[in-house]
């Protein structure tokens, strides 16, 4: 059966910021339409610089902030848009998140096995002795155990040991997907693969699909199976990972992978347009990247570049793709 993992319509979210008389505004989320229909789990990586809208995309489909329009579907639950309805057991029992610093996810006052009672009491519903029991197999399965958490209090923890606990707290509902914003970067470089790793076995024991936000190319293409690269707050291209990073058919895209270096290869500096840092980028009615792209041309500076379907399925927003 054909689930539809993800799907955004026209989804916008505007912020104002000034005051009532001078302000301006940020469209975070620009009319972004993102469609992503599995029979089996699926890990969907969003990338790209700071400020290109997947905090602000994963908060919507969190329920954590409203969207200005549009609507988004999560396993066929409808967290954004007209119609919606209160958050309810069953949202809260498919969609799970996994923050970007573990030690503000718990509070320092009080140990982190109260939070995942809490959790498989409220959400699960589940007694003690079930509760219990539910709390060991999510331990167990980020490679921890019960009677080494119980007790502890975040500061006696590692960053890496508490990222686990989180992983772990979110599993206890079962989700049918974990939203996970920027869940490595917090912790040591030697111990990412750990986590990295840890969300391909949740992927394939559980059945569980992510959504993983993310700057670091290198983990979005080991654990990926399709990847939406951002670009101030809409999609620029989006298909399977693989193909996409291999083969990258938008400037923006290119440019991303070429900042990073190769041992191999000699780095050599290009010539490529800095970022314009103001709030007018994120307004512009034509390609926002226009101002960085070598091949930019004046259709680009009034009319928005469409989807323009790829042979191998991929979505590419440029009029020269």
Not at 108 to 134: C, F, K
Not at 247 to 254: A, E, I, K, L
Request: glycine content about 6%; charged content about 25%.
């Amino acid at each position: 059966m054909t689930n539809t993992v993800i799907r955004t319509e026209q989804l916008n979210k505007v912020y104002r910021i000034g005051g009532l008389i001078r302000h301006v505004q940020i469209n975070a989320l620009d009319d972004v339409n993102l469609t992503v229909m599995s029979d089996e789990p699926v890990i969907v990586s969003l990338v790209g610089e700071s400020g290109s809208g997947k905090t602000t995309l994963a908060k919507v489909i969190l329920r954590l902030i409203e969207p200005t329009s549009g609507s988004a579907v999560v396993y066929d639950h409808l967290v954004a848009g007209p119609g919606i309805k209160p958050v309810r057991q069953q949202f809260l029992s498919a969609v799970q998140p996994i923050f970007q610093n573990p030690f503000e996810a718990f509070s320092s006052y009080r140990p982190v096995d109260a939070y995942l009672r809490l959790t498989a009491r409220r959400i699960r519903q589940l007694d003690r002795d079930e509760g219990e029991n539910a709390i060991k197999e999510a331990l167990a399965s980020v490679g921890l155990k019960y009677e080494d958490v119980r007790g502890k209090y975040p500061n006696q923890f590692s960053g890496g040991e508490l990222q686990r606990v989180s992983v772990a707290r979110a599993l206890i509902p079962r989700p049918d997907i974990i939203i996970a914003d920027e869940p490595v970067s917090m912790i040591d470089a030697s111990l990412r693969m750990n986590v990295v790793n840890l969300f391909l076995s949740i992927k394939e024991q559980y059945k569980t699909s992510f959504l993983y936000i993310t700057h670091d190319l290198a983990t979005a293409y080991y654990i990926s199976d399709y990847i939406a690269v951002m670009y101030r707050g809409t999609i620029v291209e989006f298909g399977k990972a693989r193909a996409v990073l291999r083969d990258p058919q938008h400037p923006y895209t290119r440019l991303l992978l070429d900042s990073i270096p190769e041992v191999k290869k000699k780095w050599e500096q290009k010539q490529i347009a800095l970022s314009d840092i103001e709030t007018k980028e994120y307004r512009f009615a034509g390609c926002k990247f226009r101002n960085r792209c070598p091949l930019a041309q004046e259709v680009c500076s009034h009319q928005r570049p469409p989807a323009v379907k790829q042979a191998d399925g991929r979505e590419v927003y440029c009029h020269f793709a």
